[in-house]
């Protein structure tokens, strides 16, 4: 158990469906994230929440939606996605994003998302 | 080029063995992060080091910052020690982390 969980850990949609990633953190971290891993490739950062508020949009595009409504929850929100979006995408958490590169992160166990 | 390069990519080590992972980067950093993924996709964090040596359990990280370059070593390997050990750096300039392509470690019986 790592603190962080995610849902679902494997999902698979066609390019025509809305889907929902969640992730729950109960460390009472104040930073959360969300990273995609694809193969053979390092882990690339999505989008970043402090304190609730989106700090970091790593040029990610429009077809990938966050959510955070509040700093144990975060969403991601996928709509008309691509083939290439299959991969692993994974959350995590850790104090506040500020501090946190000098402080652990804690990830989840990942959603396998694949599209068809 | 990736600014953090990992050596090797591939692993293969008999239970008993000593293994050293590499981590080299290019650029100034505050700190540097060695993480381990199982084959499930989760990911944990091993160590967080900005100098010297760190220890725990049959895990060692150490960082030489002059040189750019960190290991990390396992002694007495064991089959549950085989993952991917990815490693990432934060740049004293920026405020992300920048992630390694990973080491996958195969420790047989």
């Known amino acids: 158990e790592t603190g962080v969980t995610q849902t679902p850990r494997h999902l698979v949609m066609g390019m025509t469906n809305k889907k929902s990633l969640k992730c729950e953190q109960h460390l009472g971290h104040n930073a959360m994230y969300w990273y995609k891993q694809s193969a053979k490739k390092p882990l690339e950062l999505m989008f970043v929440y402090n304190f609730k508020e989106q700090t970091e949009n790593n040029s990610v595009p429009s077809r990938f939606s966050p959510e955070c409504p509040n700093s144990s929850h975060l969403f991601l929100h996928l709509h008309t996605l691509q083939p290439e979006d299959s991969a692993l995408y994974l959350c995590a958490s850790s104090q506040a994003q500020f501090s946190s590169y000098n402080s652990p992160l804690h990830f989840g166990n990942g959603t396998r998302l694949t599209v068809t | 080029k990736n600014e953090v390069e990992q050596s090797p990519q591939n692993l293969t080590a008999q239970e008993g063995e000593f293994i050293t992972i590499n981590c080299s980067y290019s650029v100034g950093i505050s700190a540097l992060h060695w993480l381990q993924q199982h084959p499930g996709g989760g990911i944990v964090s091993l160590f967080m080091?900005?100098?010297g040596k760190k220890k725990h359990g049959r895990l060692i990280a150490t960082i030489n910052i002059q040189e750019k370059h960190s290991s990390l070593h396992i002694t007495a390997s064991h089959p549950r020690d085989s993952a991917v050990y990815i490693c990432a750096v934060k740049e004293t300039s920026g405020s992300r982390l920048t992630f390694g392509e990973g080491t996958q470690l195969t420790v047989n019986p």
């Open positions: 080091l900005s100098s």
